[in-house]
């Protein structure tokens, strides 16, 4: 149940709130003039480096980026691509979760870090601590694609190859 996956303040561990407030600062960075939701997020790679990212739109409403993609591209470009951890600052109390592309993108690069999830007031407001699996049950994910292309090379043998018949019926000759 995600209630029991809520967290107060004083549960967090300092690495946790420092992302909060991380998030928080980011949010203030936003680009947000179409839709004035102003998200910040904040992403702790698996060395220990943390990456903002603010949701940046664009008078072409579907070029926006998310804040929480944002972060992770900036992670991926510096070389880390492990999220330990990552926080979301959005307008919102009961906070916002992420969106489904963003949830996929996490997925992407953690199987199941915690997400935290703060409003306006960060650390002094409602904080919620989650994690990816909730979010994402059953996410389609690097480990799926793998075990589907090890389970083609166990069948290369036996992959079905087009008949010469076939191709004739395909092309009408
Ligand atoms: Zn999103």
Known sequence: ?????????????????????????????????????????????????????????????????????????????????????????????????PCGMCRQTLAEFSADCPVVLCGPRGLDGEVLVMRLRELLPRAFVPSTLHAFTEALGSQSDTQPVPKSDDQDVQTGR
């Open 1 to 97: 149940m995600a209630e029991s996956s809520e967290a107060c303040v004083s549960q967090l561990s300092s690495e946790l709130a420092e992302l909060v407030q991380r998030a928080q600062a980011a949010r203030a960075l936003a680009y947000a003039p179409y839709s004035q939701f102003l998200v910040g997020a904040a992403v702790r790679t698996s060395d220990g480096r943390v990456f903002s990212g603010a949701n940046v739109e664009n008078a072409s409403y579907g070029l926006s980026v998310c804040a929480e993609r944002s972060a992770v591209l900036a992670a991926v470009l510096a070389g880390s691509r492990e999220l330990a951890a990552i926080a979301v600052c959005t307008e919102l109390s009961p906070p916002a979760a």
